[in-house]
């Protein structure tokens, strides 16, 4: 089974199969989806490396990701990557992921392109201001950002709306009676951290609450670093009723300091994590008040549609600029204030 022969039993021109199999966007979703199953169907197998070579085409998708000592314990990272493989899998393309260190992460994006080795890259875990970012849209080579920066109004991204994320959490703990809230974040470079921090503040002044600077305590993401982050915060004079925890790495650590010490959430302390805790963790018997996003496999799979459509120019960019709203999944690691 060859072009010719296939293009022949759909009785359509080879152009137009060849444009559907390879996610043009002048072809319609309606004929691409019947190309491909008919390709299935029959047996058609295209010649890639002869196809690849005439289109200057790599069939993959790159993600390059710095590495850091929490990431290899984070089950999130691994269940994105599972959704955008199987996201790229009906335009045939694959997805590599290059480790890099912070400092050799550019580096490590102009090998890939000079040695061709890519047709875009999904870019994760984005920063306020993003030197990889200006880089890719320096050398004009397609990416999708998965998360926004300062001056995301240029390019294509999927994000969740953090900053809307922690005001739910503060309005939920408000609401509970509690005013004495503490907050444990990842570092504030990251444009995640950045905007759900923005949210915690904004929701405190919203309800007339000075946030107390003793309270908002700095966590690397990592499981350690948010042990060591709640160990500091129940070491201050005078203890909040509540906390927010940014990510769900530091949740999980500073969750063991809780049990280890025989704090009952919810009733000796409210805690509110923001992706609830990875499903890996076999901690507590509680289910933990979280604000939740869309699944890591789905949000994956959305991002392997994007990014094609970044490729083949198949939207405007309004519509590859993507941002899911949050909400709050209710568990019993938060409740009211006693007394209150």
């Not at 085409?57 to 493989?85: C, H, K, N, Q, W």
């Not at 994320?165 to 309005?171: D, I, K, Q, R």
């Not at 004079?237 to 300091?257: E, Q, S, Y």
């Not at 704090?263 to 499903?279: A, C, E, Q, R, T």
Request: hydrophobic letters at 40%; aromatic letters at 6%.
């Amino acid at each position: 089974m060859d072009l010719k022969a296939l293009s022949a039993s759909l009785n359509l021109s080879m152009t137009t199969v060849s444009r559907a199999l390879n996610g043009y966007s002048d072809v319609s979703e309606k004929t691409r989806l019947r190309v491909i199953e008919a390709a299935r169907a029959l047996g058609y197998q295209p010649n890639v490396v002869a196809r690849n070579l005439a289109l200057g085409r790599a069939d993959a998708i790159g993600v390059v990701y710095p590495l850091e000592m929490g990431d290899v314990a984070d089950p999130r990272f691994l269940e994105v990557v599972s959704g955008i493989t199987e996201g790229l899998a009906p335009f045939n393309m694959d997805l590599l992921i290059a480790s890099a260190s912070q400092k050799g992460e550019l580096d490590t994006y102009d090998q890939m392109i000079r040695s061709r080795r890519v047709d875009g890259f999904i870019v994760s875990r984005t920063c306020v201001q993003d030197q990889r970012i200006d880089y890719l849209r320096q050398v004009n080579v397609p990416f999708l950002a998965y998360g926004r920066t300062a001056d995301c109004s240029v390019h294509p991204w999927f994000d969740y709306d953090n900053e809307a994320g922690s005001v739910l959490a503060v309005e939920r703990l408000v609401g509970l009676g509690h005013r004495h809230i503490a907050y444990i974040h990842a570092s504030l470079h990251y444009n995640f951290a950045h905007q759900r921090y923005t949210g915690y503040l904004k929701g405190m002044l919203s309800a007339g609450i000075a946030p107390s600077t003793n309270w908002i305590l700095r966590a690397g993401l990592a499981r350690c670093s948010g042990y060591n982050a709640m160990v500091r915060l129940l070491e201050q004079p005078r203890l909040p009723t509540a906390v927010i925890i940014d990510n769900n790495l530091a949740g999980v650590g500073a969750i063991r300091v809780l049990i280890d010490r025989g704090i009952v959430m919810g009733k000796d302390l409210s805690v509110i994590v923001y992706d609830g805790i990875p499903p890996d963790t076999l901690l507590v018997d509680r289910q933990i008040t979280s604000v939740v996003q869309p699944t890591p496999h789905r949000a994956g799979k959305r991002m392997a549609q994007l990014i094609q459509q970044v490729i083949t120019n198949a939207r405007p960019l309004k519509e590859l600029q993507v941002l899911c709203q949050p909400e709050i999944l209710v568990g019993n690691s938060d409740g009211p204030l006693t007394g209150s």
